[in-house]
């Protein structure tokens, strides 16, 4: 078991296991971000970027794996409108949760916020495998999103986010990788965010009768 444990985590972390290639993990304080005027703007794509004025780069990838079909995880998380699986349902939304185009409107709470702000997410990629496991890619749908703060007079930013959930199965269990790049005036604690989601997931399963009681899953584990 600890053989396969260690090669299932070797196999996720290696290029393989990714869909794109070479993703440069990046991280940076507010105060040393200055970067080369040639540079992209940050958007979508995975490559060296530079976030906007205000704004500081921040990444963050987790990984799970369960001993269940690949079926059971999409059947649980592709549906870019239903999110009751890590423990929030959206206020609003538009269009269909498997088309490109769809949006969501959630509540989160923001590093120092005064209030629960309303963000809206939308759907930009959605392919499915043969093998029952899916490619999603989102981002946020209402950038640049400035909120007050409980300082008064003063305000936060939300510059930019992007997401990448992928799921397959390897080795006869199922893989869940989700990457995340953002630009945000704050630190924002984006891989505990996304394991408890990974861990709400181990839950349910069980919960549902899919996964056994006395099962693991392997992770989750960010970096």
């Given amino acids: 078991m600890l053989f396969t444990t ?14 794109f290639n070479k993703i440069e993990k990046r991280t940076a304080d507010r105060n040393s971000n200055k970067p080369q005027a040639s540079l992209p703007l940050c958007g979508p794509d995975t490559v060296t970027c530079r976030c906007p004025p205000n704004s500081f780069y921040q990444t963050s990838s987790s990984y799970a794996f369960w001993p269940v079909a690949s079926s059971e995880i999409t059947r649980l998380t592709s549906n870019f409108l239903d999110t009751a699986w890590f423990g929030t349902s959206p ?58 703060k409980q300082r008064r007079g003063d305000w936060g930013l939300l510059a930019g986010s992007w ?56 992770g989750p584990i960010t970096f």
């Avoid at 260690?6 to 869909?19: D, E, R, V, Y």
């Avoid at 990448?164 to 604690?189: A, K, P, Q």
Wanted: aromatic content about 10%.
């Fill in 6 to 19: 260690l090669a299932l985590s070797a196999l996720a972390t290696s290029t393989l296991a990714f869909p």
């Fill in 91 to 148: 206020e609003s939304t538009e269009g269909n949760g498997t088309v490109v185009g769809a949006k969501r409107h959630l509540r989160a709470e923001l590093p120092g916020g005064k209030n629960v702000e309303l963000i809206v997410e939308e759907l930009t990629e959605l392919k499915f495998y043969p093998n029952g496991g899916y490619w999603m890619k989102f981002q946020m749908g209402d950038a640049p999103f400035w909120y007050e």
């Fill in 163 to 218: 997401d990448i959930v992928d799921v397959r199965e390897i080795n006869g269990m199922t893989y869940m990788l989700w990457d995340i790049h953002v630009c945000f005036m704050d630190s924002y604690d984006l891989g505990g965010f996304h394991e408890s989601g990974m861990k709400n997931l181990t839950s349910i399963l069980k919960a549902q009768g899919k996964m056994p009681q006395d099962a693991t899953m392997i």
